[in-house]
């Protein structure tokens, strides 16, 4: 069972349905939001953040961060930062990067490894976990902020009621 501050449970079972969450949740994005994305090497980080990429109306490639660290975008008239904290010894690298400024009212940043960050990297207003599930992959939503909770109620329905499990918000 998933913890109970866990707000929406989406399964995912191939590798379509990842990239129709991350397309879904490109609808659902606002300026200033801060997404995190949790789960193991091979979970499905990448593939959900090309994905809403894609569908935000970016034709160019999507390269992973792993080795840049970040990854800008101007698409849809929002700036949009992609992040992969996956090689950070310690969170001070994210202070030394000067990563800092990035997270700003005007930017929506999607943070891939945010817990090699932890205690530097800004909190976050929606946290997906991914994790395998058999073949396929399953992916829990917690929203922590009033705009992560605006993202995630516009996303549930997004993904139809055959695509997600629904739990009480925490209060
Ligand atoms: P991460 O960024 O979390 O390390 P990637 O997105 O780079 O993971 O890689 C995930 C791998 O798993 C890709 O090979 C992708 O095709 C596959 N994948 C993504 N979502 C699913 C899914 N729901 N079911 C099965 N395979 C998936
Ligand atoms: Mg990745």
Same mark, same amino acid.
């Given at each position: 069972?998933?913890?109970?501050?866990?707000?929406?449970?989406?399964p995912? &079972?191939? =590798?379509?349905a990842t990239?129709r /969450? !991350? %397309?879904?949740?490109a609808? +659902?994005?606002?300026?200033?939001?801060?997404?995190?994305?949790?789960?193991?090497l091979?979970a499905?980080?990448?593939?959900?953040?090309?994905a809403?990429?894609?569908?935000?109306?970016h034709?160019?490639?999507?390269?992973s961060p792993?080795y840049?660290?970040v990854?800008?975008?101007?698409?849809?008239?929002?700036?949009?930062?992609?992040?992969?904290?996956?090689?950070f010894?310690? &969170?001070? =690298?994210f202070?030394?990067?000067? /990563? !800092? %400024?990035?997270?700003?009212? +005007?930017?929506v940043?999607l943070?891939e490894?945010?817990?090699?960050?932890?205690g530097c990297?800004p909190s976050?207003?929606?946290?997906?976990?991914?994790?395998?599930?058999?073949?396929?992959?399953i992916?829990e939503a917690l929203?922590d902020?009033?705009k992560?909770?605006a993202?995630?109620?516009?996303?549930?329905p997004?993904?139809?009621a055959?695509?997600?499990c629904?739990?009480?918000?925490?209060?």
């Amino acid at each position: 069972m998933h913890s109970p501050d866990v707000n929406a449970v989406f399964p995912l &079972p191939d =590798e379509a349905a990842t990239q129709r /969450l !991350g %397309e879904r949740l490109a609808t +659902a994005l606002q300026p200033g939001l801060v997404i995190f994305l949790e789960g193991d090497l091979g979970a499905g980080k990448t593939t959900l953040v090309r994905a809403l990429i894609r569908a935000l109306g970016h034709a160019g490639p999507v390269k992973s961060p792993t080795y840049s660290l970040v990854e800008f975008y101007v698409i849809s008239s929002l700036y949009l930062y992609h992040f992969d904290f996956y090689r950070f010894e310690s &969170p001070e =690298e994210f202070l030394d990067a000067g /990563l !800092g %400024e990035y997270f700003n009212d +005007a930017s929506v940043c999607l943070v891939e490894w945010p817990e090699r960050a932890q205690g530097c990297v800004p909190s976050p207003d929606l946290r997906l976990r991914l994790h395998h599930a058999g073949v396929g992959r399953i992916v829990e939503a917690l929203a922590d902020t009033p705009k992560g909770e605006a993202c995630l109620n516009a996303l549930i329905p997004a993904m139809g009621a055959d695509d997600c499990c629904t739990t009480p918000a925490p209060r």
